[in-house]
């Protein structure tokens, strides 16, 4: 396998210089879009999920339902996070890869964070004295969590982190799959995203008929909807099933290199998008979750990126968006574990000043604004701490031997500096060249 990818990335490098030349080329509206979805998920995350203290003493966890709509946006923002990984992942490629030095550079960056936070995750489980079991740190721990059709594993720790067992998944497969596609012709690879997209959308009403989960454990979150438990488990969590949405990310992502992908500009995919969620809100919930807003996320992702190659500027490339995506890895993993445990805290001092009468009332709406600000800057504030001092350390002391400062500046390919999921390091650092990490889904789990 180690031969099929050294030959693959190399084939697809020279493809693009030949399409591009040697500009570089930074993919900044990716890494907005990446932080503009996290600040979502926060958004969604606070409104769906909850830590609430029981009577008797405690603290419980509670999943309130969401407005549909709202669903359907964190169902395509998890569309929008698997796909992005694709595109990145082969948009990135670099001369003389393999397998090893591959999956090591993914390791680097995204194992340090991750442990960290499932650590903290524990920790802060066993001071709420709800400790968790050996099974669900293991499973944890090992990123395989997403293999396992039980919601009290899947969400037992970190809730937010059964996506990193999807992507651990997709970094295994990568280099079988890219050493697949790229030999393919681009209209090849057209009839491999619809194959995709279609087997998306179909698969959820087949296995909701054939399999049962024999021990589902107890529910964070409602399957009727989709199916059945197998059915939530296949569909929505299974990196098996979820590869789908990254098969697609990696064939537009080789278009998008050879400079052959078209698709409408910006202002016409918006539209196809909005009107396709128009037409969403209308379908099974099980469609809604994985397959309903593939294609049309996809084709914004690719005229965004293609928009950035030809030296496009929109509001995603302002400075502070763009920083927050590139700490958005580190939000989207400590979100849930800064503001879940302070939420009874901040209930029980708003019924000790007054402002509400009991635990079960909700504060006025300017009060509840004020806390979401104030949640927001904080979960911002610890994503930088450990992204600066955790992420940042971690990845260059465990990642392969960057290029030289020389060779890099002398061929500044595409697969170079590009990443739009990029580490804000300059390129005379040490000779460091950009790495990418994850997308994260957005969705609640629901």
Not at 126 to 134: I, S
Not at 190 to 210: E, N, Q, S
Not at 235 to 260: E, I, K, Q, S, Y
Not at 363 to 387: G, H, M, N
């Amino acid at each position: 396998m180690s031969s099929a990818v050294t030959d693959a990335p190399n084939a697809a490098a020279g493809m693009a210089k030949a399409a591009r030349g040697t500009k570089v080329v930074r993919l900044d509206s990716l890494t907005a879009l990446r932080g503009v979805l996290a600040a979502m998920a926060f958004m969604v995350h606070y409104t769906a999920l909850q830590l609430v203290a029981v009577e008797g003493g405690g603290i419980e966890f509670v999943a309130h339902a969401i407005p549909e709509w709202v669903a359907v946006v964190s169902f395509g923002g998890m569309n929008a996070f698997f796909l992005m990984s694709g595109i990145v992942l082969t948009w990135v490629v670099r001369d003389g890869d393999t397998a090893r030095v591959f999956w090591r550079r993914r390791v680097s960056r995204i194992y340090p964070i991750y442990a960290t936070t499932t650590a903290v995750a524990a920790l802060v489980l066993v001071v709420l004295g709800m400790p968790p079991g050996w099974k669900n740190v293991l499973s944890n721990m090992f990123m395989v969590q997403g293999w396992v059709p039980q919601q009290s594993v899947i969400y037992g720790l970190n809730p937010v982190s059964w996506s990193l067992s999807a992507e651990a998944f997709f970094y295994l497969i990568f280099p079988v799959l890219f050493a697949a596609l790229v030999p393919l012709g681009d209209r090849a690879l057209r009839r491999v995203i619809v194959v995709a997209t279609v087997l998306a959308c179909t698969l959820p009403f087949l296995v909701g008929d054939m399999f049962l989960v024999k021990d589902a454990g107890p529910p964070f979150f409602n399957t009727a909807p989709s199916g059945g438990d197998f059915a939530y488990w296949f569909t929505m969590v299974l990196p098996l099933h979820r590869a789908l949405d990254f098969t697609v990310g990696v064939a537009v992502g080789l278009l998008l290199r050879r400079g052959t992908w078209r698709g409408p500009g910006v202002p016409g995919c918006l539209a196809i998008l909005a009107a396709a969620f128009a037409v969403t809100l209308l379908l099974p919930e099980r469609v809604q979750r994985v397959g309903a807003l593939l294609i049309p996320v996809a084709i914004l992702l690719a005229a965004l990126a293609t928009a950035d190659a030809k030296g496009g500027r929109s509001v995603l490339h302002a400075r502070p968006i763009v920083w927050f995506g590139e700490i958005s890895y580190s939000f989207y993993l400590t979100h849930l574990l800064v503001f879940l445990p302070l939420g009874p805290v901040v209930t029980d001092l708003l019924v000790a000043a007054g402002v509400i009468g009991s635990s079960a009332e909700s504060p006025p709406l300017p009060v509840e604004l004020a806390i979401v600000v104030c949640l927001f800057a904080l979960c911002t504030t610890v994503a930088w701490l450990l992204y600066r001092f955790v992420e940042l350390p971690a990845a260059r002391l465990l990642r392969p031997r960057p290029v030289s400062v020389k060779e890099a500046v002398r061929e500044p390919g595409p697969e170079r500096h590009n990443d739009p999921e990029v580490l804000a390091e300059p390129l005379v650092d040490a000779g460091s060249t950009a790495d990418v990490v994850p997308a994260q889904p957005s969705g609640t789990g629901r």
